[in-house]
């Protein structure tokens, strides 16, 4: 049993920098999949990144790639999502979601099924 625990968020000015941490029990990073997803208030939610810790195969959504990019540190089992640039557009509710991984290789994606955990989700809010 996995179990998500998210940390940073908050609010920040357009072009500002935020980082998101997800800290992960129950397995080591390397036996996980981690994605990132963010619902804006009227909006479906929307998958922004994924990695798969082990191959260091990640995926961005077209709207984000440039501006957010991956980190880990193995030592607190934790994935962070480091935002920069950030826009008006990126102001949402932001969860971590993460799956048990145990193949030679995975391609993660950034729909919601394949996850089975899912983090508490934590506010980013981007305005003047």
């Known amino acids: 049993q996995l179990q998500l625990v998210e940390s940073g968020g908050g609010s920040v000015q357009p072009g500002g920098f935020l980082r998101l941490g997800c800290t992960v029990s129950?397995?080591?990073?390397?036996?996980?999949?981690v994605g990132w997803f963010r619902q804006a208030p009227g909006k479906q939610r929307e998958g922004v990144a994924c990695?798969?810790?082990?191959?260091?195969?990640?995926s961005y959504a077209n709207s984000v790639r440039g501006r957010m990019t991956f980190d880990r540190d193995y030592a607190k089992n934790t994935v962070f999502l480091q935002m920069r640039s950030l826009e008006p557009d990126d102001t949402a509710v932001y969860y971590c979601?993460?799956?048990?991984?145990?193949?030679?290789?995975?391609?993660?994606?950034?729909?919601?099924?394949?996850?089975?955990?899912w983090g508490q989700g934590a506010q980013v809010t981007v305005s003047s």
């Open positions: 990695i798969w810790n082990r191959g260091s195969v990640t």
């Open positions: 979601a993460a799956l048990g991984v145990s193949s030679d290789y995975y391609r993660c994606v950034l729909r919601s099924e394949p996850y089975t955990f």
């Open positions: 129950g397995l080591t990073l390397n036996d996980v999949a």
